[in-house]
């Protein structure tokens, strides 16, 4: 019985080493998303930059939060 406790354990470990190693990680959604976070420059807040509102002003391309900062910015 004790033998039996000792195999399992062990099969446990390894299995949960095989998946730290190789398997794929918690949490470990689509993280480009987190890379991908731009500053609008009237606000100064972060947003994802799929969800941002480009604007090229001089141009140089800007990504603003919402439509109400797009207007407001002025450089």
């Known amino acids: 019985m004790v033998r039996l406790i ?25 993280s480009s ?13 972060y947003v994802p930059k799929k969800q941002s509102i480009a604007k090229s002003i001089n141009g140089k391309e800007h990504f603003f939060c919402s439509k109400k900062c797009a207007e407001e910015y002025s450089p």
């Open 6 to 30: 000792i195999i399992l354990a062990l099969v446990a470990g390894f299995i949960m080493l095989y998946r730290s190693l190789f398997g794929e990680k918690s949490g470990s959604g689509d």
């Open 33 to 45: 998303d987190a890379a991908d976070m731009v500053q609008d420059p009237n606000c100064r807040t």
